[in-house]
């Protein structure tokens, strides 16, 4: 079987540390910059993916009795450190007193630091799935990335991250209310993304929730509901009656709603033309 690569940190960089073994993994590492560095020159990074830190309360237990035990990724920016990755971490040795704390030290750019601190809270599993598809989505919005070179450096399918993608289309009130419902599952959040208004998003949250829906039975309801939008799209139809002979009529149906005449037209040409050729 072929392995696939391997995303992270080096695997020469033993995570179990103390203040004095920083300096020492510093001293025998070629790669990044390993060092202590106090907490004041230490700034949150604005873009970062995760909203919510969570509870850190153990955290910072955990902080007072054994220090940091892994470094957190910064990068110099602006005269200070800006964090790529361990947000939580920085928040829980601040809580707890520290004066400074061990760091990996990155020169990178912005959209490296983005991927980065995406990757690593991917592998932690630290993201909810709408961090995760905000996150991506910032990747292609901010950085002109298209799917398949996210696929690449996520390590994900190229499909999977298109799905992933159109979560981040869910608007916030319907969020919440797939919190509310307890509606976590990716691939029933991605059957809601597909609904085209907030309207059927909501009859099919509400749908899930109130029939205990699971994913075949979803899936099917959401192309129910979802067709049923599509049907009352109104197509421009031209109807067209001979003068000479009354008991015919020409129609043609368009898959859209506004036609210019130059369309019509063409379309009488094209069938004309088959006509005669047959």
Known sequence: MQRTKKSGLPSSINMRHD??????????????SIRMISIV????????ARNELGNIKEL????????????IL?????????????????????????????????NIEDNEAMEISLIENLQRKDLNVFEEADGLNSLADMYGYNHSQIAEKIGKARSTITEIINLSKIPIDIRDLCRKNSIKSRTTLIEISKQKSKKNMSELIKAISERDLKREDTRILSKKIKGKEESKIKRYVYNFIPTIEKNC??????????????????????????????
Do not use: W
């Open 60 to 71: 910072v237990a955990s902080i007072r009795e054994k220090g940091v035990l892994e470094p």
């Open 74 to 106: 910064v990068r110099p920016k602006d005269g200070k450190y800006e964090i790529i990755a361990g947000e939580r971490r920085y928040m829980a040795a601040k809580t707890s007193g520290l004066e400074e704390m061990p760091c990996i030290e990155m």
């Open 19 to 32: 203040g004095h073994f920083v300096e020492i993994i510093s001293e025998r590492t070629s790669g990044p």
């Open 41 to 48: 020159k230490i700034k949150p990074n604005p873009h970062q």
């Open 249 to 278: 009529m020409i129609r043609i149906e368009f898959k859209k709603q506004k036609v210019n005449k130059s369309e019509i037209i063409s379309i009488l040409k094209e069938a004309i033309e088959k006509l005669k050729r047959s």
